[in-house]
C-alpha cells in the first residue's frame, strides 16, 4: 500500500521536527499526542502538497496513540 508507506514516513520525519522543536518537559501521552496532532495539522494545512493527508494522518495518529508516544519520547 503505496499511501500507508508515504504516510509513516511523512510522520516518522515529523517527529524528528517535532521533536527539535518541543520542550524536554515530560507530558502524558494524550496531551502529547494532541500536541502533535496539532503540529501535523499546521505543518501539513501549510503545504499544499500535504494537504489531502490531514484527515487521514490525524485518523492514523488517533488510532495509533501508543506507538506515536513511544515514537515521541
Not at 31 to 59: P, S, W
Amino acid at each position: 500500500m503505496k499511501q500507508s508507506s508515504e504516510l509513516n514516513q511523512l510522520i516518522d520525519e515529523l517527529i524528528e521536527v517535532y521533536k527539535t522543536q518541543k520542550s524536554h518537559r515530560k507530558q502524558i501521552m494524550v496531551k502529547e499526542v494532541e500536541d502533535f496532532q496539532r503540529f501535523f495539522y499546521a505543518i501539513t494545512g501549510a503545504i499544499d502538497k500535504y494537504k489531502q493527508m490531514q484527515y487521514v494522518g490525524l485518523h492514523y495518529i488517533e488510532s495509533n496513540k501508543k506507538s506515536i508516544y513511544e515514537k515521541l519520547k
